[in-house]
């Protein structure tokens, strides 16, 4: 599966690319990731890519020359850019697009073999790109941030660890398994801070208030697993 960024901060999504998970995924082949400066596709010499919107109103709006051309030269895993959309997921992030969610990020995983997310800025991208792309609009969810490329790496982030053998054994998948809200490791005792006196940084802690719940040390794991359950419907 490819993933494709059109984007004028192709450093911001580099960077997170270049991690953790995503990044050895793509060491093993099972996704790979291809960003594009849009600033790369205009004809003006100072690299512009938006301009006022007709009728007015606030904001610049990125024009869709740029995002076109830079679309044109996208290297496709499924299919070629000349050709119909076949297996490739255009997105546009929007505040007003629809929420996007763990089951979408499941079917999406299973249904494309490239997925493109445009990045806007500013008040948005002209509309002729979504229509000429048929690209749909995703929210990440009911706020507005500067730029689409933190709600498109959310989105590769959710959508990568659905493949398979990227996260290992299938039980790595949280929402496959029974998962609690609350977690603890070693030790079974808080013994932080071991200073004499707290500060306003290290407060005091007593142990006794702090201990890891005795069901979850207790090896039992029918009960382990009831309690995880239970913990589950107190949080929901």
């Known amino acids: 599966m490819k993933f494709h960024f059109l984007t004028i901060f192709p450093e911001m999504v580099q960077s997170y690319l ?15 990731f291809g960003v594009l400066n849009i600033r790369d596709y205009t004809l003006d010499k100072h690299g512009k890519v938006d301009e006022r919107p007709y009728g007015g109103g606030p904001g610049m709006v990125m024009t869709p020359e740029p995002i076109l051309r830079a679309y044109s030269k996208l ?6 850019p000349t050709s119909n959309l076949g297996k490739t997921k255009v997105i546009m992030l929007s505040p007003t697009g ?7 990020a499941a079917k999406m995983a299973k249904s494309y073999t490239d997925v493109v997310f445009i990045c806007g800025r500013y008040e948005g991208v002209d509309d002729r790109v979504r229509s ?5 609009e995703v929210s990440i969810g009911d706020f507005v941030l500067t730029g689409g490329e933190l709600p498109a790496l959310v989105m590769t982030d959710a959508i990568v660890r659905q493949i398979s053998g990227v996260l290992g054994k299938g039980e790595s998948v949280e929402e496959n398994r029974t ?3 609350r977690v603890f490791t070693r030790p079974p005792v808080l013994e932080w801070p071991k200073a ?14 702090h201990k890891v719940p005795d069901v979850l040390i207790s090896g039992d794991h029918k009960k382990i697993e009831e309690w995880r359950k239970n913990q589950q419907k107190t949080e929901e």
């Open 196 to 209: 004499k006196k707290a500060t306003k940084t290290l407060p005091e802690v007593k142990a006794k208030n």
């Open 132 to 136: 000429i792309l048929k690209a749909e």
């Open 98 to 104: 629809k929420m996007f969610t763990n089951a979408m």
């Open 179 to 181: 998962a609690s809200p």
């Open 75 to 80: 290297k496709f895993i499924g299919r070629s």
């Open 18 to 32: 270049s991690e953790a998970m995503l990044k050895r995924a793509a060491e093993k082949k099972l996704v790979s």
